[in-house]
């Protein structure tokens, strides 16, 4: 697998070289909507030293009481302290006025006061090339991650997934409102030894998935970008046992994207994020296993309501693989929404309520689901304050339940923290990238 990642790596490095090589250098390349929002982020840095441009940040996030770390998973409540230390690292090295190499580092320790096994070194790092010319942007990357994450919703308990991939972006301007894009991904999941109870994490979900997007892009106006997505996906298991579950997806998506300029200033937000649906097939390539399809999507939205109030829409639903024996995939839909009252130019003080449920389907032969439905709701209150432009604080509470199907009573799980962001977090690049990701 690594060294099929390695040669696609290599591949797309060469095809941007032999771009660079027949190109001619030209300061044009904010052309594409992906080279301009390249440029911007590039030149709002906030520290440079020779042609290196930097954005880093101390990060200490959700350092709080734990009403119950396993979330009801073992047989009494586990309350604990607990906080995610990290130290992001964003680098811009531009060559010339149309490449950038990007490398984004994020080492983080994860802090428990009392379970001292749950405490944990995690780290993300991702090396990425872009080429921006006047009508076309390239991109090539190759990255890798180590974290201890809860398998949520199945399973409320840390475990620790390696990921390392390869991808690449291709977008051709066509003209002045449309342009086409080409993204794919080679990723592979890697849970090593991991077992809960009778389950071993490894068996059920190693794999390597392959991803390649088709998309086109038209955008009438500055602020909105509509899109159509053509998707085809594979999954291949690696152990044995778990080869039936080998399947491939077909998914066609359309949306908009909202990308108001932020110079703008006006009193009532205007529209930002992203709106995308579309209907996939869950195609298990064993004859003897039952497929999935229906709605996909995923909605992100900001709204301003009224001066100084801004509504926000939360929706995803999407196909997951299970880690319970018996049990192929599930799909998982969360939905919810928020308001959040800006107090002053610096602070504002918002509520969320999400809703959150799995499904599994029924049987081939028709008889009862192999797995049990999930629940959740989740109630959240956050204040946020930017004392400066590298100081900022969020003190939050969330009260969450989450019931199983078949069980009379709804577990509860509690957090009351905060977050500490002193510096310039990394800053995200408008590119072309998959409609909706798991």
């Excluded at 696609?8 to 771009?19: D, H, R, W």
């Excluded at 209907?279 to 992100?300: E, M, Q, T």
């Excluded at 999930?374 to 969450?400: C, K, P, W």
Aim: proline content about 5%; overall charge positive; charged content about 20%.
């Amino acid at each position: 697998m690594l060294k099929i990642m390695k040669k696609l790596a290599y591949s797309v490095a060469i095809a941007i070289g032999v771009l660079m090589a027949i190109s001619v250098p030209t300061p044009c390349q904010e052309r594409t909507w992906a080279g301009a929002s390249l440029m911007e982020t590039v030149n709002g840095t906030h520290w440079r030293i020779e042609n290196l441009r930097i954005n880093a940040a101390f990060s200490l996030l959700n350092a709080g009481y734990d009403s119950d770390i396993f979330y009801g998973f073992l047989d009494s409540p586990k309350p604990d302290l607990t906080a995610a230390a990290s130290l992001p690292i964003q680098v811009f090295l531009p060559f010339g006025k149309n490449v950038v190499l990007d490398i984004f580092e994020n080492p983080e320790y994860a802090f428990y006061l009392k379970t001292r096994s749950e405490r944990a070194w995690n780290n993300a790092f991702r090396g990425q090339l872009h080429l921006a010319l006047e009508r076309i942007y390239a991109k090539a990357g190759i990255g890798a991650a180590s974290v201890r994450q809860r398998l949520d919703p199945e399973l409320n308990v840390n475990f620790r997934e390696q990921r390392r991939y390869v991808d690449g972006t291709f977008l051709w301007q066509t003209s002045r409102k449309t342009s086409v894009a080409a993204v794919g991904e080679i990723a592979e999941y890697d849970y090593g030894n991991e077992v809960f109870g009778a389950i071993n994490i490894g068996e059920a979900l190693n794999r390597t998935e392959r991803h390649i997007d088709v998309v086109t892009y038209v955008q009438p106006n500055p602020r909105a970008r509509f899109f159509i997505d053509g998707q085809f996906g594979s999954y291949s298991f690696s152990s044995p046992s778990a080869s039936s579950r080998d399947t491939r997806s077909y998914a066609v998506y359309g949306g908009i994207f909202f990308t108001p300029r932020e110079d703008e200033g006006r009193a009532t937000p205007p529209p930002q994020g992203r709106i995308s649906f579309g209907y996939k097939r869950f195609d298990i390539i064993n004859p003897a296993l039952k497929d999935g399809a229906g709605l996909v999507g995923a909605v992100d939205l900001t709204v301003g309501l009224f001066r100084r109030t801004v509504g926000r829409a939360l929706f995803s639903r999407d196909f997951s693989f299970s880690v319970y024996p018996g049990s192929t995939f599930f799909d998982s839909t969360t939905y919810g929404a928020g308001l959040m009252r800006l107090l002053s130019r610096h602070s504002s003080l918002a509520y969320d309520l999400t809703f959150n449920g799995s499904r599994y389907p029924a049987a081939s032969d028709g008889g009862s689901a192999p797995g049990r439905d999930f629940r959740y709701v989740t109630h959240e209150l956050t204040l946020r304050v930017q004392f400066t432009r590298l100081v900022g604080l969020s003190l939050f509470g969330i009260l969450a339940k989450r019931r199983i199907e078949g069980e009379p009573d709804w577990l509860a799980r509690n957090f009351f923290g905060l977050s500490f962001i002193y510096g310039v977090p990394p800053q995200s690049i408008l590119t072309p990238e998959r409609a909706l990701i798991r």
